[in-house]
C-alpha cells in the first residue's frame, strides 16, 4: 500500500503558489505532464498489504528532480526540504518534509530500469502526438560513460587487465563495466549510451546503455527509429545489415562507409546508389548535431560518469537522463524558447 497523493489546500496555495514566479520552470513541467496518470502505471509495484509506503508519483517526481537537477540522493532529500519550488512541484505538505534519502535507492529498485524504457516511450509517443517530433531525419550515435570505480586500482603492473586485453579489468566493484575506446589513443573503462535524436525537435526518441565493449554496430536495432524518413550515423555502424534494416524500414540511409583501403575518396560507392549520394552527403553534414544533446547531458545532468554499479542500474540512469532531457526540451519547445542549457 502507499499513501495518497496529498491534495494542499489554501495553506498550499497562499505559501506555494504565490512564493513561486509564474514563469518557473517547474510550473511549466507540472503543467506539460499529467501526472497523475503516472499512477496506474507504478501502482502494481506496491503490495496490497503492509504499512504505508509514500506516494508513486511523489517518488517518480522527486526521481525526475534529481536528474534533471543532477543530486545525489542526500542533496535531493536536502533540496526537496528546503527549495519551494520543489516542493511545489511534488506537493509535499508544507507542515511535513520529504521522504528520507535512503527511500530512492529503494524506489529505484522497486520500479527498476524496464520500467523506466516504458516510461521514456510513452513520454516520446506523446511528445509525437503533440506534433514535437519532427520525423524527418534521425541522428544516431553513441557516447562513454566512465564507471565509478578507481580505474589506477584496475591498471596492474605486468598487463594483462588493461584496456589492450579488453577484459573487465581485474575484478573491480563493478562486475558489468568493460574496456572500450573513444578513440584507438583514447580508452576508457565503463559503459555506452547510445541514442537516436530526432533532427528537427532535438528530442531522443530511442536510447540504450551497453558496456563499453559492445561494437557500435550491433547496438543500431536497439537504438533504430523507424519512423523518420532517414537515418544517419557514423562509420562505426556501417554494416551491411544495418543498411539493410533501414532499407526494409522504407527509410533514406545516411551511414558514413568505412573507408576501403587505399581510397581516400568515392568510398561511398560500395553502399550507395548515384541517386542515393546527394541525400547521403547533405544529411551527413548533420549529423554532429547529435553531439551537442551528449554534451548537454554530461555537462548538466551528469551522463558523463555512471552513478551506480551494475548495467541494469545504469540502464537506469541512462533512460532516466534521456526522460529529462526530454522533459526539458519539451518545455522549451512549447513555449517558444531557445535551447535551454540547464533549469
Not at 503490495?47 to 545525489?72: C, I, T, W
Not at 541522428?139 to 603492473?157: E, G, Q
Amino acid at each position: 500500500m502507499y499513501k495518497p497523493e496529498n491534495r494542499q489546500g489554501s495553506f498550499f496555495d497562499e505559501v506555494y503558489e504565490k512564493a513561486l514566479p509564474e514563469d518557473h520552470f517547474l510550473r511549466k513541467l507540472e503543467a506539460l505532464i499529467g501526472w497523475e496518470r503516472l499512477e496506474n502505471r507504478l501502482a502494481p509495484f506496491y503490495h496490497e498489504a503492509g504499512r504505508d509506503a509514500h506516494n508513486p508519483v511523489l517518488m517518480f517526481k522527486l526521481l525526475v528532480l534529481q536528474f534533471l537537477y543532477d543530486l545525489s540522493d542526500r542533496d535531493l532529500e536536502e533540496s526537496a526540504r528546503d527549495r519551494i519550488s520543489f516542493r511545489w512541484f511534488c506537493r509535499i505538505d508544507p507542515m511535513g518534509g520529504p521522504p528520507d534519502y535512503s527511500a530512492f535507492c529503494r524506489f529505484r529498485d522497486r520500479i527498476g530500469a524496464e520500467t523506466i524504457k516504458g516510461l521514456f516511450d510513452d513520454l516520446v509517443q506523446s511528445a509525437a502526438a503533440q506534433g514535437f517530433v519532427v520525423d524527418q531525419l534521425s541522428l544516431v550515435d553513441a557516447t562513454a560513460i566512465k564507471a565509478k570505480v578507481d580505474i589506477y586500482k584496475l591498471k596492474k603492473p605486468g598487463g594483462g587487465d588493461g584496456p589492450e586485453s579488453g577484459s573487465a579489468g581485474g575484478g573491480g566493484p563493478d562486475p558489468d563495466a568493460r574496456w572500450g575506446k573513444k578513440s584507438k589513443k583514447k580508452p576508457f573503462y565503463g559503459y555506452k549510451a547510445h541514442a537516436a535524436v530526432d533532427d528537427g525537435s532535438e528530442l531522443i526518441t530511442k536510447v540504450e546503455a551497453m558496456a563499453a565493449d559492445a561494437h557500435d554496430g550491433s547496438v543500431f536495432p536497439a537504438v533504430h527509429d523507424p519512423h523518420a524518413e532517414g537515418v544517419t550515423a557514423d562509420k562505426a555502424y556501417d554494416s551491411a545489415a544495418n543498411f539493410d534494416l533501414i532499407r526494409e524500414s522504407g527509410q533514406l540511409a545516411a551511414i558514413i562507409p568505412k573507408r576501403k583501403r587505399g581510397k581516400k575518396r568515392g568510398h561511398v560507392s560500395g553502399r550507395y546508389e548515384p541517386w542515393e549520394r546527394g541525400y547521403y552527403y547533405r544529411m551527413k553534414k548533420r549529423r554532429p548535431r547529435v553531439e551537442h544533446k551528449f554534451a548537454d547531458g554530461k555537462l548538466w545532468h551528469g551522463l558523463g560518469v555512471a552513478r551506480y554499479w551494475g548495467l541494469a542500474k545504469v540502464r537506469l540512469q541512462v533512460y532516466m537522463t534521456a526522460l529529462a532531457l526530454n522533459l526539458k526540451r519539451m518545455v522549451a519547445l512549447s513555449w517558444g524558447e531557445a535551447r535551454w542549457e540547464s533549469v
